[in-house]
């Protein structure tokens, strides 16, 4: 992997992993190393960036970087809660200003490589296999991986960061176990694009008996041409009861309740973007 031991770890190579690692590696000239289990980004949700992201970017020295990416304005948020009134909530009374619907995939990989332009080292499909404390005061930490060749090597370092996310991959591998407070169910669609609509700029929620969805316009490339994507996060204790749910599974492909939601889902999604114009 390298000959020298990095000054810190890092293992996660999402937004938060890449900017940290871009933050140190540039702004207090420290080795860094990224470490990730995918071969490279993927489609994901959570495609809203606040108007707030803006001083944090122009603080980290990326906000040029960003906004030549040229992503779409985020013009606020439109939703029904609690009755049928659709209430918008314009970005142009946020004194951060407008947002931004970004190419998750396309952001991501812009930041990894903005870590990687900034001297920080970043391994892909490496997979964390084991942590353990050295015992030496000056790197008291040692990482085993398993890289993409096959083969396992151990880095020692000085600070480690846990940025996977909810998968606390090295808070698990430390002995840490996950306390639920809620089960909820998750599933999202993307749908092809449909006629111009009035909430094109908007994010749409809408709370329903089982839970809440939500549905957003996607840029998609340099073009920006847009999709449609719908999420729905939904409560679905009758169908955990009935089709024994256990979790962390999709529901995709595990009977009609799990059918009946996705449509469900689209149906809102349809409904909102589609045919609600006031």
């Known amino acids: 992997m390298r000959d020298s031991k990095p000054d810190v770890v890092i293992v996660g190579a999402g937004p938060a992993g ?49 906004i030549a990416r040229c992503y779409p304005k985020s013009l606020g948020r439109a939703s029904i809660w609690g009755s049928e009134e659709l209430v918008r909530t314009d970005s142009f009374n ?27 080292d970043v391994v892909r499909s490496c997979r964390l296999t084991a942590i353990r404390r050295t015992g030496q005061a000056s790197f008291p930490w040692a990482v085993a991986a398993a890289l993409p060749n096959g083969d ?3 880095v020692a370092t000085r600070f480690l ?11 698990r591998l430390l002995g840490a176990t996950t306390t639920r407070i809620d089960r909820l169910v998750c599933t999202y669609a993307v749908h092809p694009a449909g006629a111009p609509t009035c909430l094109d700029g908007f994010s749409v929620v809408e709370a329903a008996p089982d839970g809440w969805f939500y549905a957003a316009r996607l840029p998609s490339g340099a073009r ?32 009609r309740s799990a059918i009946a939601a996705v449509a469900r889902a689209r149906r809102g999604v349809e409904r909102l973007l589609g045919g609600r114009r006031r």
């Open 224 to 255: 920006q041409r847009s999709d449609l994507a719908g999420f729905l996060a939904a409560r679905f204790c009758r169908w955990r009861e009935g089709h024994g749910h256990r979790p962390g599974i999709s529901i995709a492909g595990r009977g």
């Open 152 to 154: 396992k090597e151990i």
């Open 161 to 171: 960061v846990d940025a996977t996310g909810r998968r606390a991959a090295i808070a």
């Open 18 to 66: 890449a900017a940290l690692a871009y933050r140190l590696a540039t702004a207090h000239r420290l080795d860094v190393l990224v470490l990730e289990r995918e071969a490279e980004p993927r489609f994901r949700i959570g495609e809203t960036l606040p108007g707030a992201a803006g001083p944090v970017l122009r603080d980290l020295g990326l906000l040029t970087g960003f």
């Open 94 to 120: 946020d004194p951060q200003g407008s947002g931004w619907r970004l190419d998750r995939r396309d952001f991501d990989t812009w930041l990894v490589a903005e870590a990687q332009r900034g001297g920080a």
